[in-house]
């Protein structure tokens, strides 16, 4: 898999702004998404944030405060995301980085119910 598609936009620009703990990223074909670390750290391609094959995934919990330490050019396909809780394994095409921006509001919006659900928290 090259997490490449026919059609996915390609970045034109991947800004990190480390003080507000956000990934700004510049699609060409016009759009811009501004993205938490935090909500990247829990939605992680990584198999130990989604699961091995058709696993359910581990709830991450506790990442509030997480930022990216440093962002790795993998090809031309994908960033390896390293995030300064230790978390380095997804490598994040730029499809699933589109879809992640796509569909922000929906995915937060589940990662919290799934929190309350657990009885867990964002706080670390």
Known sequence: MSGLSKTTPLPVEIKLHQASKQLEIHFDEGSCFV??????????PSAEVRGHGAGPGT????????????????????VK???????????????HLY????????NWQNYLDKLAQAGASRAG
Not at 35 to 44: G, N, T
Not at 59 to 78: H, S
Request: glycine letters at 12%; a negative charge.
């Open 35 to 44: 993205l938490p670390c935090e909500y990247l750290r829990v939605y992680s």
């Open 81 to 95: 995301l390293v995030f300064d809780d230790g978390h380095d394994s997804g490598l994040y095409s730029w499809d």
């Open 99 to 106: 879809e992640l921006g796509c569909n922000q509001a929906v």
């Open 59 to 78: 709830l991450q919990v506790g990442k509030e405060g997480v930022n990216i330490a440093d962002i790795v050019p993998v090809g031309n396909y994908a």
